[in-house]
């Protein structure tokens, strides 16, 4: 799936969980980025990725995650559709 | 309440959504009763709460939370926090869940060494409950046991000593036996609900590594709307009346069109079975307390034969009210809610036509629809909506249809009287009116908090601080049954106030609307005087704080004679009597002439 795609329908899901439909996604975008986005709400973000894509992140994928380019290409690589 | 919060709802959405959902909730949400609720949590409790404080909110109830830190649930409990102490928690749940068992047996133990460490276990259980208990006075909600997600020993884990499975279970076993004997104690079944849900996907480990929860967090709203449901129960928010259709929702087939003989009931076919179970559960609510009424698109005539054909399970003395015409049936839920002196929100309508049910939705929003396209899935979701959830149930509960058939029968009756007088006169109505005895507590609360319409302060009581009300001398309590030829009406109105020298404050005063233009409003005020001049007391203070529902009492201290004091500008009043030279104005009821 190419990275636009990706972007788009990420942004969507963002808006839904952070309630803002103000928010633009850069690469560079991280959780200081987003007020609401504590340890807390990254779980139903995560959860709320999964399900948009129909796929699943390994453990180490949830924590090492740097910023939303690095969540795009995990997504882009693997998203079932 | 809201779409997206109602059965069968996309867990996932809830969960992504759930801030918006708040904001909206908190938007619409003014005249929902506050709850405070501790959290004591053995593993993250940080969704589950906001999750729960959804479904309360979308069921009028405005929960405010202390959340232990993680994993504190048992020092919270048994050694208490100032933070804690402070809130005064009216609710205490207790998330704990198969990872908090601290020893579990081992492969091979010995039979007594398994049996100290269940004891060992339930004990710590057991110690917070007791100092809740003590220090708050509140009610209990206690998670028990699911089932784990490996099986080391496979089916050997039940049926022998040191099997985990057989551990939970004993545990569990103990759980029950200490909720048979408490009041105000309840079991969250999250291992029925970890069971119904799927034990595999329930444990995402995923989610415990990472997280530290101990469900799945899809679950979680599964979880919630479970624990919701015994909250709204305690509070007295549970539904009240199933409304019913008939053809191809009771029974398969059109009665008008194909006749008694020609409509599926009864254990002769397969579909016929299907309807007959979906029967014989819907008439096993009557021992409940829940009315059962019929809105169906017929004549009524063809209703009748329908709920008599001789193998249904469901006939025509089941009803508390029978509406089959050709009216729209919004109108015909509205016609019966009066009738019933019930709100339309206690209502859930059940109708196998999707356009019906639309249409009732869109014009009664108030009452509440399901939607299934089978008998079968049509006792899944009335099952699994939990609108009838048991907390107490009280004797009242389960005569309750028969007090409503009572009062159709009475209604009938006024038409032959000249006058609204000789008819009171003709009921012979006696009345019980008395302090609080200790068997009544439960109907008492349950009365207390459900009552919306016939209710001054809409104040709330948990079954605790009814007792505690109960056993306090500085209250004069009373509450009255009604008794009249047609039937006994039960516990029907309630008064609790609050002695401040030579005052009384009314804290409480409210009458189920079953007994409305009765006169009991006035024989319990000749009670209430009477008590009050044996205790010196020379004033009574009556509050109306006027909500949503309640406008009908708005003059009801003026009706009694009371004075106004004072008016604010949120509608509140206050009122006052003296307690001399009161003149009983009873006239169609004798007031405790029966021997206890």
């Not at chain 2, 809830?14 to 908190?26: D, H, N, P, S």
């Not at chain 2, 003014?30 to 940080?46: C, D, E, F, Y």
Request: one cysteine or more; aromatic letters at 10%.
């Amino acid at each position: 799936m190419d990275r636009e795609t990706v972007k788009s329908r990420l942004t969507k899901v963002f808006r839904d969980v952070f309630d803002d439909d103000d928010i633009e996604l850069k690469d560079g975008t991280t959780a200081d980025d987003i007020e609401a986005w504590d340890s807390l709400e990254h779980i139903t973000l995560i959860s709320a990725v999964e399900k948009e894509f129909k796929m699943r992140f390994t453990m180490k994928e949830v924590s090492g995650m740097k910023n939303v380019g690095e969540m795009i290409n995990i997504v882009a690589e693997r998203a079932k559709k | 309440m809201l779409p997206e919060l109602s059965r069968p709802f996309d867990g996932d959405m809830i969960m992504q959504t759930k801030r918006k959902l708040l904001r909206v909730l908190k938007e619409r949400g003014q005249g929902a009763v506050p709850l405070k609720i501790a959290v004591l949590g053995g593993s993250t409790t940080s969704d589950i709460i906001k999750i729960l404080e959804l479904f309360l909110r979308d069921r009028g109830i405005a929960p405010s939370f202390y959340e232990s830190e993680y994993a504190q649930y048992w020092s919270d409990a048994v050694f208490g926090n100032k933070e804690l102490d402070e809130f005064k928690p009216e609710l205490v749940f207790i998330h704990t869940t198969s990872r908090n068992i601290e020893e579990k047996p081992r492969v091979n133990e010995d039979a007594q060494s398994v049996a100290d460490k269940l004891s060992r276990e339930y004990e710590r259980y057991e110690r917070m409950w007791t100092a809740i208990s003590e220090k708050f006075g509140c009610v209990i909600i206690q998670n028990n046991f699911e089932l784990p997600s490996e099986r080391l020993l496979g089916n050997r884990e039940v049926g022998c000593a040191y099997g985990r499975i057989d551990f939970i279970t004993r545990l569990n076993c103990k759980l029950y036996d200490y909720a048979r004997s408490h009041k105000n104690f309840y079991i969250h079944d999250i291992n029925y609900l970890s069971a119904a849900y799927g034990l595999e996907r329930w444990h995402e480990l995923r989610h415990w590594h990472l997280y530290k929860y101990a469900m799945s967090v899809s679950a979680i709203p599964e979880f919630a709307y479970s624990l919701a449901n015994i909250v709204c129960s305690v509070m007295g928010r549970n539904k009240k009346v199933l409304a019913l259709d008939l053809d191809n929702t009771l029974w398969g087939g059109v009665i008008g069109d194909d006749g008694q003989s020609g409509i599926e009931i009864g254990s002769e076919t397969s579909e016929g079975q299907s309807f007959l179970r979906l029967q014989q559960y819907v008439k096993a609510h009557k021992e409940l307390g829940v009315l059962l009424t019929v809105c169906s698109k017929n004549d009524h005539e063809n209703a009748l034969e329908g709920l008599n054909h001789p193998d249904a399970a469901l006939h025509p003395d089941d009803f508390a009210c029978i509406k089959a015409n050709w009216e729209e049936k919004w109108r015909n839920l509205e016609e019966t809610a009066r009738e019933l002196n019930l709100l339309p929100e206690s209502f859930v309508f059940v109708d196998d036509n999707p356009a019906e049910r639309e249409i009732v939705r869109t014009q009664l929003p108030e009452v509440t629809v399901i939607d299934f396209d089978n008998p079968e899935e049509c006792i899944r979701a009335l099952d699994k909506c939990g609108f009838f959830e048991v907390t107490s149930l009280s004797a009242d509960d389960a005569a309750r249809s028969e007090m409503y058939r009572a009062n159709a029968e009475r209604a009938a009756a006024e038409k032959k009287f000249a006058s609204y007088g000789e008819f009171l006169q003709s009921l012979e109505m006696r009345a019980d009116i008395r302090d609080f005895d200790p068997v009544h507590i439960p109907r008492i609360t349950q009365l207390t908090n459900k009552s919306n319409q016939f209710n001054l302060t809409t104040k709330r009581y948990t079954q605790a601080e009814m007792e505690a009300a109960a056993a306090d001398d500085g209250y004069i309590r009373l509450c009255g049954r009604l008794v009249d030829k047609f039937g006994d009406n039960g516990i029907v109105s309630v008064v609790i106030g609050r002695k401040d020298g030579k005052s009384l404050h009314i804290d409480l005063w409210l009458m189920s609307c079953r007994v409305l233009k009765r006169e009991m409003e006035f024989a319990m005020l000749d009670r209430l005087v009477e008590e009050c001049q044996r205790a010196c007391i020379d004033e009574i203070i009556g509050y109306y704080y006027p909500t949503k529902k309640n406008g009908m009492v708005a003059k009801l201290y003026e009706e009694f004679g009371f004075a106004q004091v004072s008016a604010d500008a949120a509608g509140n009043t206050v009122w006052r009597l003296e307690t001399a030279n009161y003149t009983p104005k009873t006239t169609a009821i004798k007031i405790n002439e029966s021997e206890n």
